[in-house]
């Protein structure tokens, strides 16, 4: 099955809001983007951080952008880790005065579903600084065979792998046949534990490997943080454009607002692409 760029907006990307329906997980504290630098700076480099986005929110892509040059000028950015390229692409043999062209090639980036324009100077950056890139994405050669494993049905606990179902649900705008559900779901999970693999081989003491990807990949309860190592120090980040909270509180150390966006409806593009009619 092909994953349509609205259906990575809306799941992948936490358009609709991800509960783990958990009522022990503590609160999260909510903070500005504008203190973001200050919360980086006074807490201790883990060796994982996780930023989780909404893909649509141009202000999360400055706000990690951000976040790794703040890394880069402490000397604390071990490696950079995108869930906008498939693992198995990266910037290793790239001389750090790289061309974009280069650079783009390496990862064998893809323009149309991941505007480079958006993510270009994060990965620049990184680049400039001798950082090394990695793509962290399932390759979609991949996705047939993951999608026919039930193995992976059984790695979360029964509550959250039904949470995992009902996203897919909802991120298709309840258009998806039932049956698509749990194959669709297996691609999420394989995909976390790429991006969690590709992070877990490139940490290093007294630095961090930094994460880019959808809100939806970074939650502690369900995504690539079930899959990294216990002993890997983390701390999660999600962007949220507005007030409107996009994840159960706990499920990430820190809340980073942002201004909120235009009102979309997101599943109308979805309803006529699928030749589907309009919701009253």
Same mark, same amino acid.
């Given at each position: 099955?092909?994953?349509?760029?609205?259906?990575?907006?809306?799941?992948?990307?936490?358009?609709?809001?991800?509960?783990?329906?958990?009522?022990?997980?503590?609160?999260?504290?909510?903070?500005?983007?504008?203190?973001?630098?200050?919360?980086?700076?006074?807490?201790?480099?883990? =060796? /994982?951080?996780?930023? *989780?986005?909404?893909?649509?929110? %141009? #202000?999360? +892509?400055?706000?990690?952008? $951000?976040?790794? !040059?703040?890394?880069?000028?402490?000397?604390?950015?071990?490696?950079?880790?995108?869930?906008?390229?498939?693992?198995?692409?990266?910037?290793?043999?790239?001389?750090?005065?790289?061309?974009?062209?280069?650079?783009?090639?390496?990862?064998?980036?893809?323009?149309?579903?991941?505007?480079?324009?958006?993510?270009?100077?994060?990965?620049?950056?990184?680049?400039?600084?001798?950082?090394?890139?990695?793509?962290?994405?399932?390759?979609?050669?991949?996705?047939?065979?993951?999608?026919?494993?039930?193995?992976?049905?059984?790695?979360?606990?029964?509550?959250?792998?039904?949470?995992?179902? =009902? /996203?897919?649900?909802? *991120?298709?705008?309840?258009?998806? %046949? #039932?049956? +698509?559900?749990?194959?669709? $779901?297996?691609? !999420?999970?394989?995909?976390?534990?790429?991006?969690?693999?590709?992070?877990?081989?490139?940490?290093?003491?007294?630095?961090?490997?930094?994460?880019?990807?959808?809100?939806?990949?970074?939650?502690?309860?369900?995504?690539?943080?079930?899959?990294?190592?216990?002993?890997?120090?983390?701390?999660?980040?999600?962007?949220?454009?507005?007030?409107?909270?996009?994840?159960?509180?706990?499920?990430?150390?820190?809340?980073?607002?942002?201004?909120?966006?235009?009102?979309?409806?997101?599943?109308?593009?979805?309803?006529?692409?699928?030749?589907?009619?309009?919701?009253?």
């Amino acid at each position: 099955m092909r994953t349509s760029f609205l259906f990575r907006s809306l799941i992948v990307a936490g358009l609709t809001s991800v509960a783990v329906g958990c009522a022990s997980l503590p609160s999260t504290p909510m903070i500005e983007a504008s203190q973001w630098p200050a919360v980086l700076q006074r807490n201790a480099p883990p =060796q /994982a951080l996780l930023l *989780g986005e909404q893909h649509d929110a %141009p #202000e999360h +892509q400055q706000w990690q952008h $951000a976040t790794v !040059q703040a890394l880069i000028a402490r000397q604390q950015l071990a490696a950079l880790v995108l869930e906008m390229a498939d693992q198995g692409g990266d910037t290793r043999s790239l001389p750090h005065n790289a061309s974009e062209a280069a650079v783009q090639a390496a990862l064998q980036w893809n323009d149309k579903g991941w505007p480079w324009q958006a993510y270009g100077p994060a990965v620049m950056a990184a680049v400039r600084a001798g950082i090394p890139v990695f793509g962290g994405n399932l390759p979609r050669a991949g996705m047939r065979q993951v999608m026919q494993d039930s193995a992976w049905d059984g790695h979360l606990p029964a509550t959250a792998w039904e949470q995992q179902r =009902q /996203a897919i649900r909802s *991120g298709h705008c309840d258009l998806l %046949p #039932e049956g +698509q559900i749990t194959p669709m $779901a297996r691609i !999420q999970l394989a995909k976390d534990a790429r991006m969690a693999h590709t992070m877990a081989q490139q940490v290093q003491s007294g630095k961090t490997v930094v994460l880019i990807a959808g809100r939806g990949h970074v939650l502690r309860s369900i995504g690539v943080p079930t899959w990294l190592p216990a002993d890997i120090t983390r701390t999660i980040a999600i962007g949220q454009a507005g007030d409107k909270a996009q994840a159960e509180p706990g499920d990430s150390d820190y809340v980073v607002r942002t201004p909120a966006l235009p009102d979309k409806d997101h599943c109308a593009g979805l309803r006529a692409q699928w030749g589907q009619p309009a919701t009253k």
